[in-house]
């Protein structure tokens, strides 16, 4: 996957869990780390709404 725009070089934004990291540079992978951490805090939003879901509607189906 290239990016035109970029010699070639892959987008920073762009992962793969398990890929090579060798060939990105030191700003690619802060930029990596941060787009990491924006989707973890996005996934544990959605977790945790999920759950908030779950716990109401049991309250509600108790008897």
């Not at 398990?18 to 690619?28: A, I, K, M, N, W």
């Not at 990491?36 to 709404?49: T, W």
Request: a negative charge.
């Amino acid at each position: 996957m290239r990016d035109e725009d970029d010699g070639g070089r892959r987008s920073a934004t762009a992962h793969r869990i398990g890929e090579p990291l060798d060939t990105l540079s030191v700003e690619d992978l802060t930029e990596r780390v941060a787009v990491l951490r924006a989707e973890i805090a996005r996934v544990e939003a959605a977790r945790d709404a999920k759950e908030a879901a779950l716990a109401r509607a049991s309250s509600i189906f108790r008897l």
